[in-house]
Each structure stands twice: as C-alpha cells, then as structure tokens.
C-alpha cells in the first residue's frame, strides 16, 4: 500500500525490508533465548527486555504519527 501511494522511494523501501529482517532477528533471538532460559526468572528479564524495545518502538511510531 505504501509504495503504490506514495512512491517506491529508497525509505519506504529499506524501511519494510528492515522491519522483515527486525521480526526475523527477534523469531531467532527468542529460539536462542528458549535455549539458555532455565528459570523462570531468566524468562521473566529476558521477556521484560523484549518488551521494552518493543515499547521503544511503538513511543516512537505515536511520536512520529501524532505529528503526521
């Protein structure tokens, strides 16, 4: 949808592939986790880590759009 509105531009472009490689890299990087968690402790930080730069993500998307 947003390459056919709005132009197929090097941003939009780079930004959708960089958000398959983001979910690919997260999808592995919970694979590893489930690996070397032990505890339910360790799970608990490690989601809690996860969750943060999830929550980064999502401040700046409402920053960004708030202003759109």
């Known amino acids: 949808f947003l390459l ?5 531009n090097n941003n939009l472009s780079a930004f959708q592939k960089s958000m398959d490689v983001t979910v690919q890299l997260m999808q592995q990087s919970f694979f590893d986790i489930k690996e070397k968690c ?4 360790e799970k608990k ?7 943060a730069q999830i929550s980064y ?5 409402e920053r ?5």
């Open 45 to 51: 930080l490690a989601k809690e880590a996860f969750d």
């Open 4 to 8: 056919n509105n709005y132009g197929k």
């Open 38 to 41: 032990k505890s339910d402790d």
């Open 64 to 68: 960004f759009f708030s202003n759109l």
């Open 57 to 61: 993500i999502i401040a700046n998307y």
